[in-house]
């Protein structure tokens, strides 16, 4: 990838975890009467066929990572644990009360935060708690955050009992410079233990997440920890780019001066070679910064075309309906989203006076739908069409119009009704997502939200 190609494409933009992306949400025209309607809509649309999704935040964290985007509470006081299950189940009630038919859950995430703050036996009343009042899918697919320093085999073994198959260990980077510069000291013998256990025990997919871009780190350092992880062989590896948005996030990314970062150009050199390193290791780019084994459901899922990505990140399979649980969690109908609130206080009040902690949210009109199908199909399978009427918009044609330059420049192949990115175009594709997208062409911020695409 050449320099002029980083420095011409490398502008700030979204992830596209959700298309309108939560910026443009429309907050004003927003009501959870809308949302829980929404929601009733898709839920009696596609239970029965498909199943759900859940997403369940689990914040707490004993101690501050200094590249973390994530909403958190620090905290050591492990008493705290009890009472937010609590609030979780209540949360779950709530909205069983709204679906009044029995759902069927497909996907789990517990996400955090530290998931693996919590005790197994917490997790146990948590998860029992859920299952109490739905169906399990036989095509379930499971999966938890570890953290490599804190996740025991008790953790481990409880949360395989329930149907856990897959998990996902925090690493970024094994060099100790880089280590203490984000906050996260972990020994690369403590990340073999907990995947030599998981294997043991017998999850089939076992997931590390590096990072690139962070401070203090060099190429050296990159090829050090992917040499490092092919050494353990995980079947899936996240190979995320460092999100730099203290003005976001506040105090705790200013741990370090933005000097002590790698350049755009830098940035990038240390992802295309980590990215041909865990190539010629066996595994397959898939979507955007994930690589998979052969052997693993995202691969597949992936040449099977059923690749989906919500808020929980790339999924293997698509359910229509995701509910958010838990503080800041992000539900999905379809047709609607919905944040919960995010403040631990403020979850917590609503949650006492019997309320939907929901506090802010966006309905899709049609447009939006139409958008979010090529948003997605971008993402997960690197390439889109409008030969259906209902994936025509009105403004395809001024769309087409913007990527004259990505054509030239070799990113994309542009025809008629359909679009496909090429494998030098595979690192802009936020770039050409960002063509798509009307709500941020039509309202361009004033202030900087997003990080950098490259």
Same mark, same amino acid.
């Given at each position: 990838?050449? =320099?002029?190609?980083?420095?011409?494409?490398? /502008?700030?933009?979204?992830?596209?975890?959700?298309?309108? *992306?939560?910026?443009?949400?429309?907050?004003?025209?927003?009501?959870?009467?809308?949302?829980?309607?929404?929601?009733?809509?898709?839920?009696?649309?596609?239970?029965?066929?498909?199943?759900?999704?859940?997403?369940?935040?689990?914040?707490?964290?004993?101690?501050?990572? *200094?590249?973390?985007?994530?909403?958190?509470?620090?905290?050591k006081r492990h008493e705290m644990e009890s009472p937010y299950i609590d609030a979780v189940l209540k949360e779950w009630k709530l909205y069983l009360d709204v679906l009044q038919e029995k759902p069927l859950i497909k996907e789990i995430h517990l996400g955090g935060g530290t998931p693996t703050f919590f005790k197994p036996e917490e997790l146990k009343r948590l998860l029992?708690?859920?299952?109490?009042?739905?169906?399990?899918?036989?095509?379930?697919?499971?999966?938890?955050? &570890?953290?490599?320093?804190?996740?025991?085999? *008790?953790?481990?073994?409880?949360?395989?009992?329930?149907?856990?198959?897959?998990?996902?260990?925090? /690493?970024?980077?094994?060099?100790?410079?880089?280590?203490?510069?984000?906050?996260?000291?972990?020994?690369?013998?403590?990340?073999?233990?907990?995947?030599?256990?998981?294997?043991?025990?017998?999850?089939?997919? =076992?997931?590390?997440?590096?990072?690139?871009?962070?401070?203090?780190?060099?190429?050296?350092?990159?090829?050090? *920890?992917?040499?490092?992880?092919?050494?353990?062989?995980?079947?899936?590896?996240?190979?995320?780019?460092?999100?730099?948005?203290?003005?976001?996030?506040?105090?705790?990314?200013?741990?370090?001066?933005?000097?002590?970062?790698?350049?755009?150009?830098?940035?990038?050199?240390?992802?295309?070679?980590?990215?041909?390193?865990?190539?010629?290791? &066996?595994?397959?780019?898939?979507?955007?910064?994930?690589?998979?084994?052969?052997?693993?459901?995202?691969?597949?899922?992936?040449?099977?075309?059923?690749?989906?990505?919500?808020?929980?990140?790339?999924?293997?399979?698509?359910?229509? /309906?995701?509910?958010?649980?838990?503080?800041?969690?992000?539900?999905?109908?379809?047709? &609607?989203?919905?944040?919960?609130e995010k403040d631990l206080e403020d979850y917590y009040a609503r949650i006492q006076r019997n309320e939907i902690p929901v506090f802010r949210g966006h309905i899709l009109n049609e447009e939006d739908l139409i958008i979010r199908q090529h948003i997605l199909n971008l993402m997960c399978h690197f390439n889109t069409s409008w030969e259906e009427d209902k994936m025509y918009?009105?403004?395809?044609?001024?769309?087409?119009?913007?990527?004259?330059?990505?054509?030239?420049? &070799?990113?994309?192949?542009?025809?008629?009704?359909?679009?496909? /990115?090429?494998?030098?175009?595979?690192?802009?594709?936020?770039?050409?997502?960002?063509?798509?997208?009307?709500?941020?062409?039509?309202?361009?911020?004033?202030?900087?939200?997003?990080?950098?695409? =490259?």
């Amino acid at each position: 990838m050449t =320099v002029s190609l980083i420095q011409k494409y490398n /502008v700030a933009g979204p992830r596209y975890t959700s298309y309108p *992306t939560v910026p443009y949400w429309d907050n004003e025209s927003f009501s959870n009467d809308k949302w829980l309607n929404s929601l009733k809509r898709s839920f009696h649309e596609s239970n029965k066929t498909e199943g759900i999704s859940l997403y369940i935040h689990l914040p707490f964290c004993e101690s501050l990572c *200094t590249f973390c985007g994530c909403h958190k509470r620090i905290t050591k006081r492990h008493e705290m644990e009890s009472p937010y299950i609590d609030a979780v189940l209540k949360e779950w009630k709530l909205y069983l009360d709204v679906l009044q038919e029995k759902p069927l859950i497909k996907e789990i995430h517990l996400g955090g935060g530290t998931p693996t703050f919590f005790k197994p036996e917490e997790l146990k009343r948590l998860l029992e708690g859920i299952f109490e009042y739905a169906d399990i899918a036989k095509d379930k697919e499971f999966s938890f955050e &570890g953290h490599p320093n804190n996740s025991t085999e *008790t953790h481990l073994k409880v949360l395989y009992s329930l149907g856990f198959e897959r998990v996902s260990f925090g /690493v970024q980077d094994y060099s100790l410079k880089v280590q203490k510069a984000i906050h996260r000291i972990q020994p690369f013998e403590n990340v073999k233990k907990v995947t030599e256990w998981a294997r043991k025990i017998g999850y089939k997919s =076992v997931s590390h997440d590096l990072v690139f871009g962070l401070p203090f780190q060099t190429l050296d350092d990159v090829l050090f *920890t992917i040499d490092k992880t092919n050494s353990l062989h995980p079947d899936r590896i996240a190979f995320y780019s460092y999100a730099h948005v203290p003005w976001i996030k506040g105090s705790g990314q200013r741990g370090f001066d933005e000097s002590n970062l790698p350049s755009g150009e830098e940035k990038r050199l240390l992802y295309e070679t980590g990215k041909k390193h865990l190539i010629d290791a &066996g595994y397959v780019e898939i979507g955007m910064d994930h690589f998979a084994l052969p052997t693993d459901s995202m691969y597949k899922s992936f040449e099977t075309n059923s690749l989906h990505r919500n808020f929980m990140g790339y999924t293997a399979s698509k359910t229509q /309906v995701m509910i958010g649980l838990g503080m800041s969690s992000i539900s999905d109908s379809w047709y &609607g989203f919905a944040q919960n609130e995010k403040d631990l206080e403020d979850y917590y009040a609503r949650i006492q006076r019997n309320e939907i902690p929901v506090f802010r949210g966006h309905i899709l009109n049609e447009e939006d739908l139409i958008i979010r199908q090529h948003i997605l199909n971008l993402m997960c399978h690197f390439n889109t069409s409008w030969e259906e009427d209902k994936m025509y918009t009105s403004e395809i044609e001024s769309i087409k119009s913007k990527l004259n330059e990505m054509v030239s420049d &070799g990113l994309i192949e542009l025809r008629e009704k359909s679009i496909r /990115v090429t494998n030098e175009g595979r690192p802009f594709v936020r770039n050409l997502c960002m063509a798509f997208d009307l709500r941020l062409q039509r309202n361009i911020p004033n202030t900087k939200i997003f990080s950098m695409t =490259v």
